[in-house]
């Protein structure tokens, strides 16, 4: 199984940025896709982006123009970028990899976006 370890997490104020990582154990081609959903505490976990083997990337209406997501394959690992970072990013931020309907997550790593 797919081990995922993310980084880059922490304490933001509104208009901030942060860099999220995420690095997987094993040649990240070998997914259908990988990305990041989003989970805060009494609501369901929500896709904040995700990229496909062919490198389609699929944002959130929420933080599109605001975030980017890339991926380095040398490293399996892939990257987001959070510009603008606003107190509604809040939450805990899980990396993911799919393949068909099989998710694997990682630990998450925590963004706190307050003043």
């Known amino acids: 199984q797919v081990r995922l370890v993310e980084s880059g997490g922490g304490l933001v104020q509104p208009g901030g940025s942060l860099t999220l990582s995420c690095k997987a154990s094993e040649n990240i081609f070998n997914f259908n896709a990988m990305g990041w959903y989003r989970q805060v505490l009494g609501k369901e976990r929500e896709l904040v982006a995700d990229i496909n083997v062919g490198g389609k990337i699929n944002y959130a209406d929420s933080v599109k123009g605001r975030f980017t997501l890339s991926r380095d394959s040398g490293q399996n690992t892939i990257y987001l970028q959070m510009n603008d970072l606003q107190p509604a990013d809040t939450g805990v931020y899980l990396c993911?990899?799919?393949?068909?309907?099989?998710?694997?997550w990682g630990q998450g790593t925590q963004v706190t976006v307050s003043s």
């Open positions: 993911h990899t799919r393949i068909l309907r099989r998710y694997t």
